[in-house]
Protein backbone atom coordinates (compact mmCIF):
# COMPACT_ATOMS: atom_id res chain seq x y z
CA UNK A 1 0.00 0.00 0.00
CA UNK A 2 1.50 3.38 -0.90
CA UNK A 3 0.74 5.92 2.02
CA UNK A 4 1.22 9.62 1.57
CA UNK A 5 0.34 12.44 3.13
CA UNK A 6 1.18 16.16 2.56
CA UNK A 7 0.05 19.63 3.70
CA UNK A 8 0.61 22.74 1.88
CA UNK A 9 1.19 25.86 2.88
CA UNK A 10 4.04 28.73 3.21
CA UNK A 11 6.37 28.65 5.42
CA UNK A 12 9.64 31.43 5.00
CA UNK A 13 11.74 30.64 2.13
CA UNK A 14 11.26 26.92 2.19
CA UNK A 15 9.70 26.17 -0.90
CA UNK A 16 7.01 23.53 0.20
CA UNK A 17 4.34 25.00 -1.73
CA UNK A 18 4.57 23.89 -5.28
CA UNK A 19 7.17 22.06 -6.51
CA UNK A 20 5.74 19.11 -4.50
CA UNK A 21 2.48 19.75 -5.21
CA UNK A 22 3.18 19.61 -8.75
CA UNK A 23 4.73 16.39 -8.42
CA UNK A 24 2.11 15.48 -5.71
CA UNK A 25 -0.38 16.15 -8.51
CA UNK A 26 0.97 14.08 -11.83
CA UNK A 27 1.02 11.01 -9.54
CA UNK A 28 -2.31 11.61 -8.30
CA UNK A 29 -3.86 12.84 -11.87
CA UNK A 30 -2.60 9.67 -13.32
CA UNK A 31 -3.18 6.92 -11.45
CA UNK A 32 -5.84 4.52 -13.27
CA UNK A 33 -7.59 1.94 -11.56
CA UNK A 34 -11.48 0.05 -11.57
CA UNK A 35 -11.77 2.01 -8.06
CA UNK A 36 -10.97 5.58 -7.51
CA UNK A 37 -11.99 7.20 -4.15
CA UNK A 38 -11.88 10.94 -4.02
CA UNK A 39 -12.93 12.83 -0.97
CA UNK A 40 -13.15 16.65 -0.33
CA UNK A 41 -14.41 18.33 3.07
CA UNK A 42 -13.53 21.78 4.65
CA UNK A 43 -11.99 21.43 8.32
CA UNK A 44 -11.10 23.67 10.65
CA UNK A 45 -7.76 24.39 12.33
CA UNK A 46 -9.57 24.80 16.17
CA UNK A 47 -12.80 26.07 17.78
CA UNK A 48 -15.53 24.00 18.97
CA UNK A 49 -16.34 21.98 15.78
CA UNK A 50 -12.69 20.32 16.57
CA UNK A 51 -13.50 19.59 19.99
CA UNK A 52 -16.75 18.31 19.18
CA UNK A 53 -14.74 16.03 16.10
CA UNK A 54 -17.35 17.66 13.38
CA UNK A 55 -14.82 17.30 10.81
CA UNK A 56 -14.06 13.71 11.76
CA UNK A 57 -17.80 12.65 11.47
CA UNK A 58 -18.00 14.37 8.18
CA UNK A 59 -15.19 11.96 6.93
CA UNK A 60 -16.85 9.31 8.68
CA UNK A 61 -20.19 10.12 6.66
CA UNK A 62 -18.06 10.41 3.46
CA UNK A 63 -16.24 7.04 4.50
CA UNK A 64 -20.46 4.99 4.30
CA UNK A 65 -21.37 6.79 1.41
CA UNK A 66 -18.63 5.72 -0.49
CA UNK A 67 -19.25 1.61 0.58
CA UNK A 68 -22.81 2.64 -0.47
CA UNK A 69 -21.69 3.66 -3.69
CA UNK A 70 -19.09 0.68 -4.19
CA UNK A 71 -21.35 -1.84 -2.81
CA UNK A 72 -23.93 -0.43 -5.35
CA UNK A 73 -21.22 -0.87 -8.35
CA UNK A 74 -21.09 -4.78 -7.40
CA UNK A 75 -17.84 -4.83 -5.01
CA UNK A 76 -17.54 -7.48 -2.44
CA UNK A 77 -17.40 -6.13 1.38
CA UNK A 78 -14.28 -7.41 2.17
CA UNK A 79 -12.42 -5.69 -0.52
CA UNK A 80 -14.87 -2.18 0.54
CA UNK A 81 -13.23 -2.15 3.92
CA UNK A 82 -9.47 -3.09 2.43
CA UNK A 83 -9.86 -0.27 0.13
CA UNK A 84 -11.12 2.41 2.67
CA UNK A 85 -9.15 1.12 5.36
CA UNK A 86 -6.51 3.52 5.60
CA UNK A 87 -9.31 6.68 5.63
CA UNK A 88 -11.13 4.84 8.58
CA UNK A 89 -8.05 4.60 10.48
CA UNK A 90 -7.79 8.37 10.18
CA UNK A 91 -11.28 9.25 11.77
CA UNK A 92 -10.14 7.50 14.78
CA UNK A 93 -7.08 9.75 15.26
CA UNK A 94 -7.65 12.57 17.55
CA UNK A 95 -3.83 14.22 16.80
CA UNK A 96 -4.45 14.23 13.15
CA UNK A 97 -7.55 16.25 13.61
CA UNK A 98 -5.48 18.85 15.87
CA UNK A 99 -3.46 19.32 13.01
CA UNK A 100 -5.58 20.36 10.24
CA UNK A 101 -5.96 23.69 7.85
CA UNK A 102 -8.68 24.46 5.87
CA UNK A 103 -9.42 21.76 3.39
CA UNK A 104 -8.65 17.74 3.03
CA UNK A 105 -8.15 15.54 0.57
CA UNK A 106 -8.20 11.86 0.45
CA UNK A 107 -7.31 9.76 -2.38
CA UNK A 108 -7.67 6.19 -1.95
CA UNK A 109 -7.68 3.25 -4.68
CA UNK A 110 -6.24 -0.55 -4.45
CA UNK A 111 -2.66 -0.38 -3.76
CA UNK A 112 -2.88 3.39 -3.03
CA UNK A 113 -3.88 6.02 0.10
CA UNK A 114 -2.75 9.94 0.15
CA UNK A 115 -3.94 12.98 1.88
CA UNK A 116 -3.62 16.63 1.32
CA UNK A 117 -4.17 19.30 3.47
CA UNK A 118 -5.36 22.06 2.10
CA UNK A 119 -5.14 26.10 2.56
CA UNK A 120 -8.04 26.57 0.45
CA UNK A 121 -11.82 25.53 1.63
CA UNK A 122 -13.25 22.97 -0.26
CA UNK A 123 -16.48 22.09 -1.35
CA UNK A 124 -17.35 18.73 -0.42
CA UNK A 125 -17.05 15.80 -2.94
CA UNK A 126 -17.04 12.35 -2.96
CA UNK A 127 -16.80 10.59 -6.58
CA UNK A 128 -15.65 6.83 -7.00
CA UNK A 129 -14.09 6.62 -10.32
CA UNK A 130 -11.67 5.20 -12.82
CA UNK A 131 -10.00 8.16 -11.83
CA UNK A 132 -8.79 10.90 -9.00
CA UNK A 133 -10.96 13.71 -9.09
CA UNK A 134 -8.29 16.77 -9.30
CA UNK A 135 -9.72 19.71 -10.09
CA UNK A 136 -9.84 21.41 -6.49
CA UNK A 137 -6.02 20.79 -6.08
CA UNK A 138 -5.89 23.12 -9.40
CA UNK A 139 -6.91 25.95 -7.51
CA UNK A 140 -3.34 25.70 -5.05
CA UNK A 141 -1.10 25.29 -8.71
CA UNK A 142 -2.88 27.72 -10.36
CA UNK A 143 -2.04 30.47 -7.87
CA UNK A 144 2.15 29.50 -7.48
CA UNK A 145 3.06 32.95 -8.00
CA UNK A 146 3.98 34.87 -4.19
CA UNK A 147 4.68 38.38 -3.18
CA UNK A 148 6.71 40.34 -0.86
CA UNK A 149 5.71 42.96 1.51
CA UNK A 150 7.87 45.42 3.65
CA UNK A 151 6.09 47.34 5.80
CA UNK A 152 8.49 50.10 7.10
CA UNK A 153 8.08 52.66 9.34
CA UNK A 154 10.87 54.89 11.53
CA UNK A 155 10.72 52.29 14.67
CA UNK A 156 10.76 49.09 12.83
CA UNK A 157 11.08 47.26 9.29
CA UNK A 158 9.21 43.87 8.77
CA UNK A 159 9.61 42.02 5.72
CA UNK A 160 6.98 39.15 4.40
CA UNK A 161 6.13 36.40 2.33
CA UNK A 162 2.64 35.78 0.94
CA UNK A 163 0.69 33.96 -1.47
CA UNK A 164 -2.90 33.92 -2.84
CA UNK A 165 -3.38 32.17 0.57
CA UNK A 166 -1.62 33.59 3.45
CA UNK A 167 1.44 35.52 4.70
CA UNK A 168 4.17 34.53 6.76
CA UNK A 169 6.94 36.84 8.15
CA UNK A 170 10.84 36.63 6.81
CA UNK A 171 13.28 37.28 10.18
CA UNK A 172 16.31 38.45 7.56
CA UNK A 173 19.46 38.67 9.60
CA UNK A 174 20.81 42.11 10.02
CA UNK A 175 17.47 43.70 8.82
CA UNK A 176 17.45 47.12 11.10
CA UNK A 177 14.89 47.49 13.90
CA UNK A 178 14.28 50.37 13.05
CA UNK A 179 16.17 54.19 12.39
CA UNK A 180 17.52 54.37 15.93
CA UNK A 181 18.95 50.64 15.12
CA UNK A 182 21.29 52.23 12.29
CA UNK A 183 21.66 55.88 13.65
CA UNK A 184 22.39 57.15 17.41
CA UNK A 185 22.62 60.72 18.14
CA UNK A 186 25.28 61.57 20.82
CA UNK A 187 26.08 65.24 21.36
CA UNK A 188 30.04 65.63 22.02
CA UNK A 189 31.64 68.65 21.26
CA UNK A 190 28.61 70.37 19.24
CA UNK A 191 28.97 67.56 16.66
CA UNK A 192 26.42 64.95 15.90
CA UNK A 193 28.36 61.07 15.62
CA UNK A 194 26.18 58.95 12.66
CA UNK A 195 27.06 54.82 13.41
CA UNK A 196 25.12 51.17 13.27
CA UNK A 197 24.08 50.17 16.35
CA UNK A 198 25.63 47.02 17.87
CA UNK A 199 22.11 45.67 18.11
CA UNK A 200 21.93 42.65 16.48
CA UNK A 201 19.06 42.06 14.51
CA UNK A 202 15.43 40.98 15.37
CA UNK A 203 15.62 42.40 18.74
CA UNK A 204 14.75 45.90 20.63
CA UNK A 205 18.16 46.97 22.67
CA UNK A 206 18.68 50.11 20.53
CA UNK A 207 14.59 51.21 20.54
CA UNK A 208 15.90 53.07 23.79
CA UNK A 209 18.61 55.34 21.74
CA UNK A 210 18.10 58.84 22.81
CA UNK A 211 17.22 61.11 19.59
CA UNK A 212 18.09 65.06 20.17
CA UNK A 213 18.06 68.37 18.44
CA UNK A 214 16.20 67.21 15.06
CA UNK A 215 12.50 67.18 14.59
CA UNK A 216 10.67 65.47 11.62
CA UNK A 217 11.33 67.16 8.38
CA UNK A 218 14.63 68.67 8.97
CA UNK A 219 17.49 68.46 6.61
CA UNK A 220 19.41 66.61 8.92
CA UNK A 221 16.16 64.29 10.13
CA UNK A 222 15.72 63.22 5.95
CA UNK A 223 19.28 62.45 5.58
CA UNK A 224 19.32 60.36 8.69
CA UNK A 225 15.77 58.82 7.37
CA UNK A 226 17.75 58.23 4.16
CA UNK A 227 20.45 56.41 5.73
CA UNK A 228 18.52 53.88 7.48
CA UNK A 229 16.26 53.27 4.65
CA UNK A 230 19.13 52.45 2.68
CA UNK A 231 20.26 50.24 5.22
CA UNK A 232 16.95 48.29 4.79
CA UNK A 233 17.59 48.32 1.54
CA UNK A 234 20.96 46.97 1.23
CA UNK A 235 20.41 44.25 3.63
CA UNK A 236 17.32 42.97 1.72
CA UNK A 237 19.40 43.25 -1.22
CA UNK A 238 22.39 41.21 -0.16
CA UNK A 239 20.32 38.37 2.00
CA UNK A 240 17.19 38.09 -0.59
CA UNK A 241 15.81 40.31 -3.33
CA UNK A 242 18.85 40.38 -5.73
CA UNK A 243 18.21 37.00 -7.02
CA UNK A 244 14.36 37.46 -6.70
CA UNK A 245 11.64 38.94 -9.55
CA UNK A 246 8.37 38.98 -7.49
CA UNK A 247 6.53 41.96 -6.67
CA UNK A 248 7.63 43.81 -3.30
CA UNK A 249 4.17 45.95 -2.10
CA UNK A 250 5.30 48.77 0.61
CA UNK A 251 3.72 49.46 3.63
CA UNK A 252 3.77 52.27 5.91
CA UNK A 253 3.29 56.10 6.00
CA UNK A 254 3.79 57.60 2.61
CA UNK A 255 7.03 60.27 2.58
CA UNK A 256 8.47 57.49 4.34
CA UNK A 257 7.44 54.94 1.26
CA UNK A 258 8.15 57.69 -1.36
CA UNK A 259 11.49 58.02 0.45
CA UNK A 260 12.13 54.21 -0.08
CA UNK A 261 11.43 54.03 -3.46
CA UNK A 262 13.99 56.64 -4.24
CA UNK A 263 17.09 54.73 -2.84
CA UNK A 264 16.04 50.69 -3.52
CA UNK A 265 17.77 49.13 -6.03
CA UNK A 266 14.83 46.43 -6.28
CA UNK A 267 13.38 47.04 -9.92
CA UNK A 268 10.39 45.21 -9.10
CA UNK A 269 8.06 47.46 -6.13
CA UNK A 270 4.57 48.18 -6.64
CA UNK A 271 3.47 51.27 -7.54
CA UNK A 272 0.43 51.39 -5.46
CA UNK A 273 1.56 50.73 -1.32
CA UNK A 274 -0.46 50.41 1.83
CA UNK A 275 -0.46 53.80 3.19
CA UNK A 276 -0.95 54.69 7.33
CA UNK A 277 0.64 53.83 10.66
CA UNK A 278 0.61 49.94 10.67
CA UNK A 279 2.93 49.46 13.39
CA UNK A 280 0.41 47.62 15.49
CA UNK A 281 -1.85 46.32 12.84
CA UNK A 282 -2.93 42.49 13.23
CA UNK A 283 -0.82 40.98 10.93
CA UNK A 284 -4.28 39.23 9.30
CA UNK A 285 -5.77 42.09 8.83
CA UNK A 286 -2.63 43.46 7.20
CA UNK A 287 -2.31 40.37 4.85
CA UNK A 288 -6.12 40.89 3.57
CA UNK A 289 -5.02 44.61 3.02
CA UNK A 290 -1.96 43.27 0.96
CA UNK A 291 -4.15 40.34 -1.00
CA UNK A 292 -7.06 42.82 -1.99
CA UNK A 293 -4.09 45.47 -3.66
CA UNK A 294 -2.42 42.41 -5.27
CA UNK A 295 -4.97 40.51 -6.92
CA UNK A 296 -4.50 41.88 -10.34
CA UNK A 297 -1.53 40.04 -9.73
CA UNK A 298 -2.63 36.98 -9.13
CA UNK A 299 -4.93 37.60 -11.88
CA UNK A 300 -3.07 38.21 -14.40
CA UNK A 301 -2.17 34.89 -16.16
CA UNK A 302 -5.25 34.07 -16.36
CA UNK A 303 -6.37 37.05 -17.78
CA UNK A 304 -4.69 37.45 -20.50
CA UNK A 305 -5.20 33.94 -21.57
CA UNK A 306 -8.73 35.13 -21.23
CA UNK A 307 -8.11 37.96 -23.45
CA UNK A 308 -6.39 35.91 -26.46
CA UNK A 309 -9.68 33.71 -25.94
CA UNK A 310 -11.86 36.21 -26.87
CA UNK A 311 -9.75 37.63 -29.84
CA UNK A 312 -9.37 34.88 -31.46
CA UNK A 313 -13.41 34.19 -30.93
CA UNK A 314 -14.86 35.32 -33.66
CA UNK A 315 -12.68 34.28 -36.93
CA UNK A 316 -10.07 31.68 -36.17
CA UNK A 317 -12.09 29.05 -34.96
CA UNK A 318 -9.10 28.41 -32.17
CA UNK A 319 -11.91 29.40 -29.40
CA UNK A 320 -14.24 27.11 -28.71
CA UNK A 321 -16.70 26.78 -25.26
CA UNK A 322 -18.49 24.06 -26.83
CA UNK A 323 -18.08 20.55 -24.88
CA UNK A 324 -18.22 18.54 -28.40
CA UNK A 325 -15.08 20.37 -29.45
CA UNK A 326 -12.94 21.01 -26.47
CA UNK A 327 -13.21 17.92 -24.84
CA UNK A 328 -11.93 15.71 -28.09
CA UNK A 329 -9.15 18.32 -28.50
CA UNK A 330 -8.18 18.08 -25.01
CA UNK A 331 -7.65 14.10 -25.55
CA UNK A 332 -5.64 14.91 -28.79
CA UNK A 333 -2.94 17.59 -27.11
CA UNK A 334 -4.92 20.37 -29.22
CA UNK A 335 -5.52 22.96 -26.24
CA UNK A 336 -3.60 25.40 -25.44
CA UNK A 337 -5.48 27.34 -22.26
CA UNK A 338 -8.54 25.56 -20.95
CA UNK A 339 -11.17 27.45 -19.05
CA UNK A 340 -13.16 25.13 -16.16
CA UNK A 341 -16.07 26.54 -14.14
CA UNK A 342 -15.18 26.22 -10.60
CA UNK A 343 -17.20 23.14 -9.25
CA UNK A 344 -19.14 22.27 -12.73
CA UNK A 345 -19.10 18.35 -13.92
CA UNK A 346 -19.64 17.09 -17.15
CA UNK A 347 -20.31 13.38 -17.16
CA UNK A 348 -19.56 10.73 -20.13
CA UNK A 349 -17.15 8.90 -21.56
CA UNK A 350 -15.08 9.65 -24.76
CA UNK A 351 -13.05 6.45 -26.78
CA UNK A 352 -10.16 8.12 -28.14
CA UNK A 353 -10.38 4.75 -30.53
CA UNK A 354 -13.26 5.96 -32.46
CA UNK A 355 -13.23 9.59 -31.42
CA UNK A 356 -17.00 9.02 -30.26
CA UNK A 357 -17.72 11.62 -27.04
CA UNK A 358 -20.91 10.78 -24.82
CA UNK A 359 -22.52 13.33 -22.39
CA UNK A 360 -25.24 12.38 -20.38
CA UNK A 361 -27.26 15.13 -18.12
CA UNK A 362 -26.74 12.99 -14.80
CA UNK A 363 -24.02 11.20 -13.59
CA UNK A 364 -24.67 7.48 -14.84
CA UNK A 365 -22.45 4.31 -13.96
CA UNK A 366 -19.45 4.10 -15.46
CA UNK A 367 -19.42 7.84 -16.35
CA UNK A 368 -16.26 10.00 -15.73
CA UNK A 369 -16.04 13.59 -14.99
CA UNK A 370 -15.10 14.59 -18.50
CA UNK A 371 -14.21 18.35 -16.88
CA UNK A 372 -12.03 16.55 -14.81
CA UNK A 373 -10.01 14.71 -17.61
CA UNK A 374 -9.94 17.35 -19.83
CA UNK A 375 -8.07 19.41 -17.31
CA UNK A 376 -5.25 16.38 -16.59
CA UNK A 377 -4.64 16.09 -20.21
CA UNK A 378 -4.49 19.78 -21.25
CA UNK A 379 -1.81 19.95 -18.24
CA UNK A 380 0.04 16.72 -19.46
CA UNK A 381 0.03 18.04 -22.90
CA UNK A 382 1.97 21.36 -21.86
CA UNK A 383 -1.08 23.76 -21.81
CA UNK A 384 -2.71 25.61 -18.99
CA UNK A 385 -5.31 25.18 -17.38
CA UNK A 386 -7.78 28.07 -15.13
CA UNK A 387 -10.63 27.57 -13.32
CA UNK A 388 -12.64 30.43 -12.42
CA UNK A 389 -15.91 31.75 -11.37
CA UNK A 390 -18.76 30.80 -13.43
CA UNK A 391 -19.74 34.31 -13.96
CA UNK A 392 -16.07 34.92 -15.30
CA UNK A 393 -16.60 32.10 -18.03
CA UNK A 394 -17.09 32.57 -21.85
CA UNK A 395 -20.32 32.43 -22.34
CA UNK A 396 -20.71 31.32 -18.62
CA UNK A 397 -20.11 28.02 -20.49
CA UNK A 398 -19.17 24.84 -17.82
CA UNK A 399 -15.34 24.98 -19.98
CA UNK A 400 -13.77 26.36 -23.01
CA UNK A 401 -10.58 26.89 -24.35
CA UNK A 402 -8.12 28.34 -26.65
CA UNK A 403 -6.61 25.55 -29.39
CA UNK A 404 -3.30 25.53 -30.60
CA UNK A 405 -4.42 24.74 -34.07
Same mark, same amino acid.
Given at each position: ??????? $?????????????????????? &??????????????????????????????????????????????????????????????????????????????? &? @???????????????????????????? %????????? $??????????????????????????? =???????????? @???? =??????????????????????????? =?? &??????? %??????????????????????? %??????????????????? $???????? =????????????????????????????? &???????????????????? !??????????????????????????????????????? !??????????????????????????????????????????
Amino acid at each position: MKRHGRT $FQINYFKTIIMEPLKEEFKTIA &AFESDVCVSIYIPVHRYGVEVNQKQDAIMLKNKLRQAKNRMAEKGLEQSRIEDLLKEGSDLVERGDFWNEQMDGLALFM &A @EGYFNYIKMNVVPKEVLLVNNTFYVIPL %LELMEREEH $FYLLLLSRDDARFYKANAFNMQEVKVE =GLPNGINDVIHY @EEKG =GKQLMRRSGAGAGTNASRGASFHGHGA =GT &ADDTEYL %LQYLKEVDQTLWTKVLSTQKYPL %LLAGVAYILAHYKQVSRYP $FIEEETLI =GNMDREDEQALYERARNKMESYFEARSAK &ALETYYNHSSSSGLSSSVPE !EVIPASFYGKVSDLFIGKDEHIWGNFNETDNQLIIHDQQ !ESNDICLINKAAVNTLNNGGDVHVLETDKMPQEAKLAAFMRY
